[in-house]
């Protein structure tokens, strides 16, 4: 009993987690060996404005990993223009189908409003005033009567002289 409470508490998704790491693994280690059908590369072009780069004339291999929206993608190729970023991506099914399994939906809570518009009526009907619902705080400051004041006191060396007396004279500049 005491083991699945543990695995309710972090377990899940602590094997999320791995089961996560091992998919980017797979993945990487398919890019790495060139084990992808380049046909079906996907390209993402954004727009940028960077005036002082070189363009690059073709597609460098550079290796990582996108998100867009709820798709998961590995780019294998990048290529910088003076105004848009070109990747080439192979997209990542399985990281993909993952990610969206680990999503809790509102609409399978029973206590959550599952359409915005009935979020926006029950607003509607609170009044004019329930737009902002600031609640006023309340603030008492304490006053401190008893403590006496910083005094600061100087520093005293108690040297009579700071300069320290060398025998002899200092020697002349050669130039």
Not at 102 to 131: E, H, L
Request: aromatic share 12%.
């Amino acid at each position: 009993m005491l083991t699945i409470h543990f695995f309710n508490l972090g377990g899940y998704m602590l094997l999320h987690m791995y089961v996560l790491d091992r998919s980017d693994r797979f993945m990487n280690e398919l890019i790495s060996k060139n084990l992808y059908n380049p046909n079906t590369l996907i390209e993402i072009k954004v727009k940028q404005n960077l005036p002082g780069i070189t363009e690059w004339p073709d597609f460098k291999n550079v290796y990582g990993q996108i998100q867009l929206k709820e798709a998961c993608y590995n780019y294998v190729k990048l290529k910088f223009t003076k105004d848009t970023l070109y990747v080439m991506c192979v997209p990542n099914y399985q990281k993909t189908r993952l990610i969206k399994s680990n999503i809790i939906y509102a609409k399978q809570i029973n206590d959550i409003p599952q359409d915005s518009k009935d979020q926006n009526s029950s607003i509607k009907k609170g009044g004019a005033d329930n737009k902002y619902s600031h609640p006023a705080a309340t603030y008492r400051f304490l006053s401190f009567v008893n403590i006496p004041p910083l005094v600061i006191k100087p520093i005293h060396t108690g040297l009579v002289n700071p300069f320290i007396p060398v025998q002899g004279q200092p020697p002349e500049v050669l130039s």
